[in-house]
């Protein structure tokens, strides 16, 4: 079965600090995408992120970026530089080529507070 | 161009009563995702379609409830009747699978409440 842990329920740092968002999963196809998306309290799920499996450069998006180790099946990100709009649900996700089936973590809650 | 559109963005209704849900995906996207949230289960894929074709629909939870998608720029999510368990968000996604990236793009969600 295809599973996503995110260890950390909830986080809270100051504003301007560095956050990292952990991320395991378990699969045993090799093909797949990983993918955080971000909900803020508006609810809408946003993407913030994905990375191919199939590359081994860590995807950067702005202040996001992502620490993917394959062979571990570990997929963290960071967000550099914290801003108070960060504050959200944090999950991430993954899909194997094909399947069109989103697999998602249970969540991070992460608080930018001033 | 246009992100996903739900309506309504909100819907509070009784016990019994019908409710139906809507979406417009993106335009082109071929791929068409119906997901609940709740605090207890998370997110869950109840139902997706390609090319207005329901592939797989495993996760809709009972007869109760029910999706089409007549065309390629509509879809709905049907409870009928509904009950007190179903209070939830609903998603709606899509995404467009020739991208070669499986991205799913999400819906503003619709918070439903039966009370």
């Known amino acids: 079965a295809q599973t996503v842990t995110q260890s950390q329920p909830e986080m809270s740092v100051q504003e301007a600090e560095t956050v990292t968002l952990s991320c395991t999963y378990d699969?045993?196809?090799?093909?797949?995408?990983l993918f955080w998306y971000k909900q803020p309290p508006s609810r809408q799920m946003i993407l913030v992120i994905r990375q191919e499996a199939y590359k081994q450069q860590n995807a950067t998006e702005n202040r996001f970026s992502v620490n993917f180790q394959k062979a571990a099946k570990s997929f963290s990100l960071k967000i550099s530089d914290s801003q108070l709009g960060d504050t959200a649900m944090y999950f991430c996700?993954?899909?194997?080529?094909?399947?069109?089936?989103?697999?998602f973590g249970q969540g991070t809650r992460l608080t930018i507070n001033p | 161009d246009a992100g996903v559109i739900q309506s309504p963005r909100h819907e509070v209704t009784e016990m019994g009563q019908e409710v139906t849900l809507r979406c417009k995906p993106i335009?082109?996207?071929?791929?068409l995702f119906w997901y609940r949230q709740t605090m207890m289960r998370g997110l869950e894929l109840l139902i997706y379609?390609?090319?207005?074709?329901?592939?797989?629909d495993s996760g809709m939870p009972e007869d109760r409830f029910s999706a089409k998608m007549p065309n390629a720029s509509f879809s709905t999510l049907k409870i009928q009747p509904s009950e007190p368990r179903d209070s939830a968000v609903y998603f709606c996604?899509?995404?467009?699978?020739?991208?070669?990236?499986?991205?799913?793009?999400f819906g503003p969600g619709t918070r439903l409440t039966v009370l």
């Open positions: 996604a899509s995404s467009f699978y020739r991208a070669s990236t499986d991205t799913q793009y």
């Open positions: 699969t045993s196809e090799n093909n797949y995408y």
């Open positions: 996700a993954f899909i194997i080529q094909g399947a069109q089936k989103l697999v």
């Open positions: 335009s082109g996207h071929d791929y």
């Open positions: 379609f390609n090319n207005n074709v329901p592939i797989d």
